[in-house]
Each structure stands twice: as C-alpha cells, then as structure tokens.
C-alpha cells in the first residue's frame, strides 16, 4: 500500500545533541512538508521541498535542517540551536495536482530527556 | 501574513444535534481543507474546497468554501459519538511556483456525549 512512513514514533533527545526523524513516501510525490504540532494547536510549517535537491523555509525554520536527496525521502534534523523541540512532527507529501490534499505520515513524538 | 481562525475551539454537544464550526481566512485563496486528528493519532483528509459555492457532503458532514466571505463551514448534523475529534481547517496559499505548505487553524476540539 502507498503510503508515508515515519520513524522513529517516539524519540528522546539530550541537551546538546542532533537528533533526525525520518520520513519516506511511496506515493510518487515530489512535494514534501514537515510540520510541527504542540499541545493544544494548530500545525506549524518548518520546511518543505517541492522537487528533489530543492527546499524552502516555513514558518519556523530556525534550529531545523532538511534535506531532500532523493524523491522518497526528507528526513528533518532537529539540532542543539532549537532550544524547546518537544512536539509532535509530522510529515506531509502531496501530488501534483493542486486539487490533491496533502496525506500525513503517523507522526514521530520528540522529548527532551 | 495568512491567519486562519476557527471557531469555536472546544465544542461539546450531545449526540443527534446539529453543529456549525467556522474557518475564517484572512487572504484571497481558492484552496481550503479540512482534516480531522484522533487523540495521538496523525491527520486523516476529509474534504477538499477547490472553488467559490463548492459544498462537499460525506455521511453526517458537510464543508463550504465562501471565497468571496473567506469562511469555510463544516456542518454536523445528527451528531454520533464516532464524530468526537479535532477538527481543523487549513488554506493552501498557492503561488506560481506550487504549493507552499499549509496554514491551520488551531483546531475545534469537538466532544460528542450520549
């Protein structure tokens, strides 16, 4: 079945340390999003990529890194710089059609240890 | 700046009563979603609003798109506990260049009791 896959679900992360979620799709889309969602609110966009080696800055850019090497996949790095990454992340890709809604992955929950 | 405002936030109604929730936009576009989340759980498409007057229906929902008023409308009718979830509005700021990313409301937290 398509579909997008997200990994890990859970995620610790230390104090001064990188940590990358990962995010791959079967669906043959070229666009790709990463959001961020806290607690009682509504998604924020941090990155998203329209075409492989391409990507642009969302909303909330600042401490995140992408990359999109390859069409299936957009692992987001979350770095020492974001200083209150805990969230739930969720990955989104969508077809090239504009009437297409965008389908999420299940989501990774990131916690500070 | 696109700001998307839904209200009402929290909803609790009883079951077999109708219900509106409102998604406000503060841009000229075309493209409006809505999407419902389960408590943990990712974000499952419900309806896609690609025009002025485009009303969609599926079983106990039903969404509008007024582009001219910039108000979606997602109607409950004959409420059922199953509803119970968040319910949230998004709006596709197109460009020339593709899609940019979605902007949500912050949610309407919808609790369906016997």
């Known amino acids: 079945d398509g579909g997008i896959t997200q990994s890990p679900k859970y995620l610790f992360r230390k104090e001064g340390q990188n940590v990358t979620l990962s995010c791959e799709q079967n669906?043959?889309?070229?666009?790709m999003y990463w959001y961020r969602q806290d607690p009682g609110q509504g998604l924020r966009l941090i990155y998203y990529?329209?075409?492989?080696?391409?990507?642009q800055k969302g909303d909330i850019a600042e401490g995140y890194s992408v990359s999109r090497e390859k069409k299936e996949s957009f692992p987001l790095t979350v770095t020492s710089a974001q200083k209150n990454p805990t969230a739930f992340y969720l990955c989104?890709?969508?077809?090239?059609?504009?009437?297409?809604?965008?389908?999420f992955g299940d989501g990774t929950r990131l916690s500070i240890l | 700046e696109l700001k998307v405002e839904q209200n009402p936030l929290f909803l609790s109604m009883q079951e077999g009563k109708n219900y509106t929730i409102y998604c406000n936009y503060s841009?000229?576009?075309?493209?409006l979603y809505w999407y419902r989340q389960d408590p943990g759980k990712s974000l499952e498409s419900l309806f896609v609003?690609?025009?002025?007057?485009a009303v969609k229906q599926e079983g106990r929902l039903m969404a509008s798109l007024d582009t001219k008023a910039r108000l979606s409308t997602l109607h409950i009718t004959a409420a059922v506990h199953d509803l119970s979830a968040t319910y949230f509005c998004?709006?596709?700021?197109?460009?020339?260049?593709?899609?940019?990313?979605?902007?949500f409301g912050k949610g309407t937290h919808l609790i369906i009791q016997p």
């Open positions: 998004a709006v596709d700021e197109y460009s020339g260049g593709g899609a940019d990313g979605l902007t």
């Open positions: 990529s329209q075409i492989v080696n391409d990507f």
């Open positions: 989104a890709s969508r077809g090239q059609f504009s009437n297409q809604p965008q389908h």
């Open positions: 609003l690609l025009s002025n007057g």
């Open positions: 841009t000229t576009s075309d493209r």
């Open positions: 669906l043959n889309h070229d666009a």
